[in-house]
């Protein structure tokens, strides 16, 4: 059986009323690797105060509901594939292969609400229902006071956090569906016909639940910090909410709230009603929602850093094979800040991460984005090396200017496509294979692409070997041939932001895990950015931000670029509201390039359109030359059809079962 149908799918509880009906025995929780924190329940059905008799079978209880946090880091079963930016086998529509690569199934158009693909609303398609999580932290609620032996700050601090998840799980599901059933309370067993059919609410009414729900955590009624929340983590809990990441959660609610998609969005959702005849959506445009996203995002950037959060920069001591580069190089130490900031465990830069890896399975990105070594090509072990990038992102990262390459007057973007030699100088040296043949378009560009894209003729950077990229035909590591006809980089373009460099060095089969990044800093920054912007325009403070971000990536300030005409096309972007947008937009897409965020970005931004409906691109990769290889060719076709896909179907059965739920526009 090849890799690729390797992956197991986690079946999903059942449970009703107030009995569990378990079918797994042990269920790895979402918290700290290799800690002991396991959800363990006995197996048959099992009465559900039977799981809160002490403080030990609570816990579990505990980590029951974090279970049923989406799956970030699995192929198969998230939302992290979903949008433009990854493109994985192509040939996964084909027989048994059907099943998987779901978020990039959304983007064929594929999805339909017979049979939903990555269906969190009541569990199929590859997803476990949110709402089944939410069941079971209500469930908690009901039983937790009863618990003997557990301390009352302990309590309090359990309860406070399942409270943040259910708020983030109902944040969850506006953003995938819109209009909601707020499931606050669990409905007793033979309840009333009219109390179980429940309807949506208004899409505000859903997103002040969500804000209620958080601030009742952080907040007293006078607006003053509660304290039963931990501030942070001890490092056996890593990966439960905390008073940090909390505020974080909120920033992010915040900011979907004020976007387009959600504020006043006449043009798509002007005659999506519920059976009263009342819009769900709000008609009417209220730009104080950015201001309370640019207070909230505020409150959170202060509290992180009050505590110790930063960007983070690579400080160790350089460990690799050409150490002696790290000194001479323009641009090692930012790649390395870059590259070290997703794949360092818990580094100070990380606000949230998720930790509910498979660390025995093959189901992740760490598996499918690496490429095997030079020292043995032909050993697969745990890189497959089939999940890339699509071409559009080979061309957004900036140029070594910090600007966009169609937007700086010193990069050759007409020519992007020429073929040329690697110079041997200190700038590509260390990233790039001196007087090997490349494109012109992969030379001179910013840190980050050297730090997180794999191009042909690059260097994979481990601490003990230079993987010499090669992605022609019947070339190795990275490239197709006749005994790889499916273990490829399909693009010809890579990705190793979520590999970690010791990954396959020692041995083959060595894959180093670590927490998948949900929340950063650098993201509260951008957020703080486009709020800061949205209300009050242009200025110092967004500025500020966007700079912070920058900095440690190796790139001027943005007013300092953007006024030099000598290098930007149109000095004085940043200074008008519509392009600084463009500039924040731009920033968040390259700095949070496949960690899942730029399908939900697009989309609040109303901007799906402008980038769901290009076919997917790359590199001819049965070319055994440069002048073959770098031909760029039409891949695959992609299917976007709005205002439809901008929310996801509620699943038919449902629908006939309530007559009271109101299906999306278009399903």
Known sequence: MSHFNKMKINKSYRMKSKIFIISTLIVLSTLLPGCDFLDIVPDNTVQVGSLFENREKALGALSTCYRYMPNYEKLHQSMTLAGDE??????????????????????????????????????????????QGIRVCNIFFENIEGVPDITPAEKADWIAQVKILKAYYHFYLIRLYGPIVIADKNLEPFSPVEEVRQERQTVDSCFNYVLNSIDEVLFDANGSPRTELSVERESAFLGQVDQINARAIKAQVLITRASPLFNGNTEYFSNFRNKAGDTYFPMTY????????????????????????????????????????????????????????????????????????????????????????????????????????????????????????????????????????????????????????????????EPRFYAWMVVDRSVWRTHDLAN??????????????????????????????????????????????????????????????????????????????????????????????????????????????????????????????FEGHRYFDILRWKEADRYFLSPVKGFNTTGVDPEQFYVLMTLQPRRWQTPRDYLMPLPLWDINRNPNLVQNPGW
Do not use: C
């Open 86 to 131: 990854w493109v994985g086998r192509l040939d996964a529509d084909h027989g048994e292969n059907r099943g998987l690569l779901r978020g990039m199934q959304l983007m064929r158009g594929w999805n339909n609400s017979n049979d939903p693909i990555l269906n969190f609303w009541s569990g199929g398609g590859g997803a476990t229902s949110l709402y």
């Open 468 to 593: 010499d990229v090669k992605m022609r035909y019947n070339e190795f590591p990275g490239g197709r041939g006749a005994q790889h006809t499916t273990d490829f980089y399909w693009t010809g373009i890579g990705v190793k932001k979520l590999v970690h460099p010791e990954s396959g060095t020692g041995h083959w089969a060595r894959v180093v895990k670590f927490p998948y990044p949900i929340l950063r800093l650098s993201d509260l920054y951008l957020m703080y950015a486009e709020a800061y912007n949205e209300y009050n325009g242009p200025g110092q403070p967004a500025y500020d931000y966007l700079n912070k971000v920058r900095a440690v990536g190796g790139l001027q300030p943005i007013e300092t670029v953007w006024s030099d005409a000598s290098i930007v096309k149109t000095p004085g972007k940043h200074a008008t509201k519509e392009g600084l947008r463009d500039i924040i937009h731009r920033e968040r897409m390259i700095e949070l390039s």
């Open 286 to 445: 209220d730009p104080e929602k950015w201001k309370e996203a640019l207070d909230g995002i505020k409150d959170a950037i202060d509290y992180a850093e009050a505590r110790g959060k930063k960007l983070y920069t690579f400080i160790g001591q350089p460990k690799f094979w050409d150490v002696e580069n790290f000194e001479e190089s323009e641009i090692i130490q930012y790649a390395y800040n870059k590259r070290f900031s997703i794949v360092q465990g818990w580094n100070d830069e990380l606000l949230w991460g998720y930790s509910g890896l498979d660390y025995e399975g093959q189901g992740g990105f760490a598996h499918a984005t690496n490429m095997r070594s030079v020292a043995d090509p032909t050993q697969a072990g745990y890189a497959w090396q089939w999940l890339g990038a699509d071409y559009r992102m080979d061309e957004l990262f900036y140029s070594k200017n910090g600007v966009p390459i169609e937007d700086d007057k010193t990069y050759d973007y007409s020519n992007r496509l020429q073929i040329t030699e690697i110079p041997d100088d200190n700038y590509h040296k260390g990233y790039m294979q001196v007087g090997e043949k490349t494109i012109r378009l992969h030379l001179n560009r």
